[in-house]
C-alpha cells in the first residue's frame, strides 16, 4: 500500500476542491437547463408540438459531433503560460453565459415550424460554445491528483456542489410560471423582480420563525409558495416566455463569473510534467474512435450510457406525472411542486455524495457503485406509490432518493474515469483526458438526447394532449407513470451487468500509478 507521505502529498486542498466543484455548475446550466425548461415554455405556454420539440433537441446533437472531439483536442494538445485547459475555461465560461438567454429570445406568435428551427439553430450553436467550457473542464478533474481514493474525494466534493446548483433546473420553471409574471412585459421587469425580492424578504423569515416555533402548518403552507414565488390561479398562465428570458439572464451572469473563480484558482498538477518531458501531442483522429479500443473504458462506457438514456427520461415524465397527474394539469402549481423536489433532491444528493464516497473508499469503487444501481432500483420501483395526487407531498421522496443515488452513480464512475486515463497513458504513453472527456460526453449526448426523442414520441403516442389540460386520459397518465418507473430499471439492470467486466482493482491501480511514476516521474 501506498505510504502516509506519499498519500499526503496527493491530497488536495478543500478550497481547491469547492473550486473546482462550483465550475460544475457552467457544465449542468449550460447543458440541461434548456432540455427540461423547453417543454414548459416552447409546449406547455408556446403549444408547440412535443415531437418538433423533442426533434429540434435531438438533431442538435449534430454540432456536438464536431465540437465535443474537437475541444477535447484543442486541450489536450493546447501549450500556453495559463495551461492546456484554463484558457478554454474562462473564454467558455464567458460566452456560455452571454448567450444563455438566447435561447429563449423568441416571439410569441411564430408558427410551430419557425419556433423549431429557431429551437435547433440557435440550441445547435449554444451547444458549441458550452463544448469549449465543458470539454477542458471535465478534462481537469482526472489531474488534479493521481491517488485511488482521493479522487473519489474530489469527486464527491464536486457532485455535492452540483446538488446546491441543481435546484436552479427546478426553479425554472417556479420562476418563469410564477404569478407575479401575469400581464408582464420588458418594461416592467425590474418592478415585477422587486416585488419577487420583497415577497422572498417576507416569505423567508416566516419559514424560519416556523421552523423555530415548530409551526407545521404554517411551516406546510409557506412551503407550498417557495421563496415567495405565488402560483397562477389555475388557468391562468404568466408571460412565461418573459420569465424564463429573466432568469435565464440572471443564471447567464453568475456563470461567467463562476468560469473567472475557476479560472484564477484551480492550477494543472500534470502540465510542467508535460512541458519538461515533451509528451507527443494526440492526434485528433484518436479523440473519439481509439479511446474505444481501451478495454477498461468500455464497460465504464456501458454504465454511463445505461443509467444516462434510462434517466434522460426522468425530468420531463416526472415533470408530467407532477403536472397531469398529480396537479391535475395545474402547471404553475405543478413548477412550485418541482421546485421543492429540487430541494429535496439538493439536500439529499449532497448526503449522497457524502455517503457513496464514504463506501467507496471502505469497500472500493466496485462494490459502492454496486450498491448505487441496485439502491436506484428499489427507489424507481417506489415511485409509482409515491406519485399520489392525495398525499402530494410524497414526491419529495421520489425526488430525494433519485439524487441520493444518482450522485453516488456519477461521484463514483467520474473517480473511475480518472484510473481509465491513468491505464491509458501507462498502455499507451500519453495523457488524454480530453480525449476520453469528448468521447464519453458524446455518448452520453447520444444516450441523452435520443432518450429526450423518445420521450417527445412517448407523449405524443400515449394521447398527451396539453390542451387538454388536466383532463388527460387514464390511459395517458398510465403509461406516463409506469414509464417513469420502467424505463430507468432497464438501464440500471444493464449497468449491473457491465460492471461485472470492469477491471481496475484499488491493487491494480496502485501497481500502474507505481509504473507510471517510474517512467515519467510523480506529478
Do not use: H
Amino acid at each position: 500500500m501506498q505510504s502516509s507521505v506519499q498519500a499526503n502529498t496527493d491530497r488536495i486542498s478543500p478550497f481547491t476542491k469547492i473550486a473546482y466543484g462550483i465550475g460544475s455548475a457552467n457544465d449542468m446550466w449550460g447543458n440541461w437547463l434548456y432540455p427540461g425548461l423547453v417543454w414548459t415554455v416552447f409546449n406547455m405556454y408556446l403549444g408547440v408540438s412535443p415531437f418538433l420539440i423533442s426533434l429540434a433537441l435531438t438533431l442538435r446533437l449534430i454540432s456536438d459531433a464536431i465540437t465535443d472531439p474537437l475541444f477535447g483536442w484543442l486541450s489536450d494538445n493546447t501549450r500556453t503560460r495559463f495551461g492546456r485547459r484554463r484558457p478554454f475555461i474562462l473564454v467558455g465560461s464567458l460566452l456560455s453565459g452571454l448567450c444563455l438567454p438566447v435561447l429563449f429570445m423568441a416571439g410569441d406568435n411564430w408558427t410551430d415550424m419557425a419556433y423549431f428551427w429557431y429551437m435547433l439553430l440557435t440550441s445547435a450553436v449554444y451547444m458549441a460554445i458550452v463544448s469549449s467550457f465543458n470539454m477542458p473542464y471535465q478534462s481537469l478533474g482526472p489531474e488534479l491528483t493521481p491517488d485511488y481514493n482521493e479522487r473519489t474525494s474530489v469527486y464527491s466534493y464536486k457532485a455535492a456542489i452540483q446538488k446546491i446548483f441543481e435546484v436552479a433546473l427546478f426553479a425554472a420553471g417556479a420562476f418563469s410560471t410564477a404569478k407575479v409574471w401575469q400581464s408582464a412585459t420588458v418594461a416592467d421587469v425590474p418592478e415585477r423582480l422587486g416585488q419577487m425580492f420583497n415577497n422572498f424578504a417576507q416569505w423567508l423569515p416566516a419559514i424560519l420563525g416556523s421552523l423555530f416555533t415548530f409551526n407545521t402548518e404554517q411551516l406546510a403552507a409557506l412551503a407550498a409558495t417557495p421563496f415567495g414565488w405565488e402560483a397562477s390561479p389555475e388557468g391562468e398562465l404568466p408571460n412565461v416566455l418573459l420569465g424564463a428570458q429573466v432568469y435565464t439572464s440572471i443564471l447567464g451572469v453568475i456563470m461567467m463569473i463562476i468560469g473567472i473563480v475557476v479560472f484564477f484558482t484551480v492550477k494543472e498538477r500534470n502540465y510542467e510534467k508535460l512541458i519538461k518531458n515533451n509528451t507527443t501531442r494526440v492526434k485528433i483522429t484518436e479523440t473519439l474512435g481509439s479511446v474505444l479500443k481501451c478495454a477498461p473504458f468500455r464497460p465504464q462506457l456501458v454504465m454511463a450510457i445505461a443509467y444516462a438514456l434510462g434517466t434522460s427520461m426522468l425530468g420531463t415524465l416526472g415533470l408530467y406525472a407532477t403536472n397531469y397527474y398529480v396537479c391535475q394539469g395545474n402547471i404553475s402549481e405543478g413548477a412550485l411542486w418541482n421546485f421543492g423536489m429540487g430541494l429535496a433532491g439538493m439536500v439529499l444528493g449532497f448526503t449522497g455524495a457524502v455517503f457513496y464516497a464514504f463506501l467507496s473508499n471502505k469497500r472500493g469503487k466496485t462494490s459502492a457503485m454496486r450498491w448505487v444501481q441496485i439502491s436506484a432500483i428499489a427507489v424507481f420501483i417506489a415511485s409509482w406509490w409515491l406519485y399520489n395526487p392525495d398525499v402530494k407531498w410524497l414526491q419529495f421522496f421520489v425526488a430525494g432518493f433519485i439524487a441520493f443515488t444518482g450522485a453516488g452513480f456519477w461521484v463514483i464512475l467520474s473517480s473511475i474515469g480518472a484510473d481509465v486515463v491513468d491505464y491509458d497513458e501507462w498502455e499507451n504513453g500519453n495523457r488524454r483526458e480530453g480525449a476520453f472527456s469528448a468521447c464519453t460526453s458524446y455518448i452520453l449526448k447520444c444516450g441523452m438526447v435520443l432518450g429526450t426523442l423518445a420521450t417527445g414520441s412517448i407523449l405524443s403516442f400515449v394521447g398527451f394532449d396539453a390542451a387538454l389540460g388536466g383532463d388527460q386520459s387514464e390511459s395517458t397518465i398510465f403509461w406516463i407513470r409506469f414509464l417513469f418507473a420502467a424505463i430507468p430499471i432497464i438501464g440500471l439492470v444493464v449497468a449491473l451487468v457491465a460492471l461485472k467486466r470492469f477491471p481496475l482493482s484499488q491493487e491494480k491501480m496502485l501497481s500502474i500509478r507505481q509504473d507510471l511514476e517510474s517512467r515519467r516521474g510523480k506529478v
